[in-house]
């Protein structure tokens, strides 16, 4: 982790005197969903929320580095189909989106890559018996998306995730969309 952090610093560094850099925040919405372990159990998708920095840095034309860190919540809910029990779990992640932005104009662009995701908590309501075990404490969701900036300070990230492992015991391939408001600032 501590070289995660030192080697983001020097690269933030770096492009700093970038004359094309957009840095800002971003907050919005996302619908999660994935699987559960177990017979006669289904998932059911949730709202969660993510917000955090991000940071475009040109990498030569219309090529960016995406990247940032993020606040995400990654919520789940399991039903017994028999019984109709309803079990949420809530999985909260530190994400450092590594993507490449194609960007052919200042309004809009696509972007895609992988996010490095670091769990930070997990814990299931519903039931005084769930618990959220063998949580992987690091995962690497493939991401895509498109940016589209109206204004030179106010735009939209729209994407979709998705880790098609498992991220706990019965938990796993999770997917989301969602949408985010960027602020940019200079």
Not at 62 to 68: E, F, K, L, P
Not at 150 to 161: E, Q, R, S, V
């Amino acid at each position: 982790m501590k070289i995660i952090i030192f080697l983001s610093s020097i690269f933030f560094a770096f492009f700093q005197a970038q004359a094309a850099l957009d840095q800002g925040i971003e907050i919005g919405g996302r619908q999660q969903s994935g699987a559960v372990g177990g017979a006669n159990f289904s998932a059911n998708a949730m709202w969660g929320f993510q917000g955090g920095g991000f940071l475009h840095l040109p990498i030569g034309g219309a090529q960016h580095m995406r990247t940032g860190i993020l606040y995400t919540q990654r919520p789940l809910e399991s039903e017994n189909l028999i019984t109709g029990e309803k079990i949420q779990y809530h999985l909260d992640y530190l994400d450092i989106p590594l993507e490449v932005l194609f960007k052919p104009s200042e309004v809009m662009g696509f972007h895609f890559g992988l996010i490095t995701s670091i769990n930070l908590s997990a814990h299931c309501t519903g039931d005084v018996e769930c618990r959220v075990v063998d949580v992987q404490a690091l995962t690497f969701p493939f991401v895509g998306g498109f940016v589209f900036k109206p204004t030179p300070k106010l735009g939209f990230n729209a994407y979709i995730d998705g880790a098609n492992f498992i991220v706990a015991r019965g938990l796993g391939d999770y997917r989301a969309i969602g949408l985010n408001l960027m602020y940019s600032i200079d």
